[in-house]
C-alpha cells in the first residue's frame, strides 16, 4: 500500500513513544526521528516532510522549532507535545501557529486520530486553494484580481525535494522509486545542476536505510590521499597533518548510504580501492593493518558519460559494470519546460518566506521568458534567477521582467513542438490539419493521465472545448 504521509517526530528521546511509532508505521505513514531541532532541521532541508510532532521538554526549544518551521516549512503540520503540568502561553503557540497540542503520556491511538486528521485537514485545504484557482483563473488569460496574462499551472508532484510536471520526471521518479527498494548500487548521471543530488537524498529516503545515516562526498578535484581518509578513514600519523583517527564516511554510513558525486574525476588508483569495497564490503583505513567491513549502499553521480569514458579507456569498465545496478539520467531543464512554472513558483514562494517579502505572484511576461530560455546552468541558474528577482522586487508586488536578467530577457521563443515520426493523414489541408490536432490531443491527454482540467489548460482551452474535440475525434482512454 503507498504511504499516506511522512511524519518526523522529534524528541530527545523519541524511543520513549513506541506505540505512537508502531501504529503510525503500521497505518502506512513513514515515519522519520530526530534528537535535536538541528537534526529536525537537516531531515527536513533533505526529506519531504508533511508533519512535524515535537516534544517540547519544557525548556521552550521544541515551541521555537516550531515557530521557525512557520516561516521555513509553511505547509508542514505543526504539532507540540507538552508535560502535564506545561502551561501554555496563548502568545507562543499563536506564534507557532500549531495545528493541536498533545498532553504526555501520549495515547498512540489518539496521535494516530490527530496525525489523520490533521492531513485530511490540510489535503481538504489544499484541494480549496486549487478550486479557488481555478474558477478565479481562467484558462487563458485572467489573474489575480483581474491582472491579464498570469496562468493557471498544472498542479506539481514531489519526490521528497524534486518538484516536477513534466512526464519525463514522473518517469525517472518511478524508477528512482522502485531502485530506492533495492540494495544495488545507483548511477545518476546528468548535466551540472539538474538536480542529481536531490534525487540521490529522495532514494535514500524512500529506501529501507532512511533510519541511518547519508553521507554526502564531493569526489571533484580531491588528492587520492584525501580521499581515501575521507572514505575509508585513517590511523593517527598515517600521514602528516593525520594527528587523529579517523572513522570514515563507509563506516560512518553503515547500514545507510554514500552518496559520492562528480565520480567522473577520481583517479584510476581510487577506482580500484571502491571497486573492490562495493565487492567485499571491505573498509581498510589508511595507515592500518586491519581491515573493517560494513554494509553500505552506495549511490554515485556523475556530469560525463561513465559509459563514454570506460569505452575511451578513461574510467574502469568492471567498476562502471559494478555501479551501474540501475542507471538513471536526469534531463536537463531546456528538454522539460513543462517544469519550469512549477519550480519558478516553488522557489519565489520559498525564498520570499526567507527574507519576509510578500510575493503575489509571476507576471506572464516573465512566464514566456522563462519557458524560453535554454537555461545552460539548469534548476541550479532558475532557482538563482527567482532568488535575485525576488531580492529586487518591492514588498507586495509581482515578479516582472524589470528584474529579470539581459539574457533570459533575450530569449527567444521555443519552436513549437511536433510529434516526432507522425505524418498528417488526408488529401486535402484540412484533413491534414485535423488530423494533426487529433494527434496532439491525445498526446497531451495521455500526458496528463486524462486529467481534462491540465490538458485543457496546456492545449489553451475551455473544458467545453476540449470535450468537444475528444467527442469530435472519437478519442477515448486507454488502460
Not at 519531504?48 to 521544541?62: A, F, N, P
Not at 483563473?137 to 510536471?165: A, Q, T
Not at 484533413?431 to 486529467?451: A, C, F, P
Request: with cysteine; aromatic share 6%.
Amino acid at each position: 500500500m503507498e504511504q499516506l504521509g511522512t511524519v518526523l517526530m522529534v524528541s530527545k528521546a523519541p524511543a520513549a513513544w513506541p506505540d505512537a511509532l508502531d501504529l503510525l508505521s503500521s497505518q502506512y505513514y513513514r515515519v522519520l526521528t530526530a534528537r535535536s531541532a538541528d537534526e529536525a532541521k537537516a531531515t527536513l532541508s533533505d526529506a519531504h516532510v508533511d508533519l512535524v510532532m515535537v516534544d517540547d521538554g519544557g525548556d521552550g526549544e521544541g515551541l521555537s522549532l516550531l515557530s521557525d518551521l512557520r516561516i521555513s516549512h509553511p505547509d508542514v503540520v505543526r504539532i507540540l507535545v507538552v508535560d502535564p503540568q506545561y502551561s501554555l502561553a496563548q502568545k507562543a503557540l499563536s506564534a507557532a501557529s500549531i495545528y493541536q497540542f498533545l498532553r504526555k503520556p501520549l495515547d498512540a491511538v489518539q496521535v494516530g486520530l490527530v496525525v489523520k486528521r490533521a492531513l485530511e485537514t490540510r489535503e481538504l485545504a489544499r484541494r480549496h486553494r486549487l478550486l479557488s484557482r481555478e474558477f478565479k483563473f481562467s484558462g487563458d488569460s485572467l489573474g489575480v484580481d483581474g491582472r491579464p496574462g498570469v496562468p493557471v499551472h498544472p498542479e506539481s508532484h514531489r519526490f521528497e525535494k524534486l518538484i516536477y510536471v513534466s512526464e519525463k520526471m514522473a518517469q525517472l521518479c518511478d524508477l528512482a522509486r522502485k531502485a530506492a527498494k533495492t540494495e544495488m548500487p545507483i548511477l545518476i548521471q546528468g548535466e551540472t545542476g539538474t538536480g542529481k543530488e536531490l534525487l540521490a537524498r529522495g532514494i535514500h529516503y524512500n529506501s529501507n536505510r532512511h533510519t541511518s545515516p547519508l553521507m554526502i562526498q564531493n569526489c571533484g578535484g580531491m588528492p587520492d590521499e584525501l580521499l581515501q581518509s575521507e572514505l575509508f578513514g585513517h590511523k593517527r600519523g598515517a600521514f602528516t597533518g593525520a594527528i587523529s583517527d579517523r572513522l570514515g564516511l563507509f563506516r560512518a554510513a553503515d547500514n545507510g548510504t554514500v552518496f559520492l558525486d562528480e565520480i567522473s574525476e577520481v583517479s584510476p588508483s581510487f577506482q580500484v580501492s571502491l571497486l573492490r569495497f562495493l565487492q567485499e564490503g571491505e573498509v581498510k583505513p589508511v595507515g592500518s593493518d586491519k581491515t573493517e567491513t560494513c554494509n553500505v549502499r552506495v549511490i554515485v553521480a556523475s556530469n560525463r558519460s561513465l559509459k563514454a569514458m570506460a569505452e575511451a579507456g578513461k574510467f574502469r569498465k568492471d567498476l562502471y559494470f559494478r555501479l551501474r545496478g540501475s542507471e538513471l539520467e536526469v534531463p536537463p531543464l531546456r528538454d522539460r519546460p513543462d517544469d519550469i512554472p512549477a519550480l519558478a513558483e516553488f522557489f519565489a514562494a520559498k525564498h520570499s518566506n526567507a527574507i519576509g517579502r510578500k510575493v503575489l505572484g509571476i507576471s506572464a511576461g516573465v512566464w514566456e521568458k522563462l519557458v524560453h530560455f535554454d537555461w545552460p546552468g539548469n534548476v541550479r541558474e532558475l532557482e538563482n534567477e527567482i532568488r535575485r528577482m525576488v531580492a529586487l522586487a518591492k514588498d507586495g508586488e509581482y515578479l516582472t521582467t524589470d528584474t529579470l536578467s539581459p539574457a533570459i530577457l533575450a530569449a527567444a521563443p521555443r519552436a513549437p513542438r511536433v510529434v516526432k515520426g507522425f505524418m498528417p493523414e488526408g488529401a486535402t489541408l484540412k484533413e491534414k490539419v485535423e488530423s494533426l490536432e487529433k494527434q496532439l490531443v491525445g498526446e497531451v491527454l495521455s500526458r496528463h493521465r486524462w486529467n481534462q482540467s491540465r490538458a485543457a489548460n496546456e492545449l489553451g482551452l475551455s473544458r467545453v472545448g476540449l470535450a468537444n474535440k475528444i467527442k469530435r475525434y472519437g478519442l477515448a482512454e486507454t488502460s
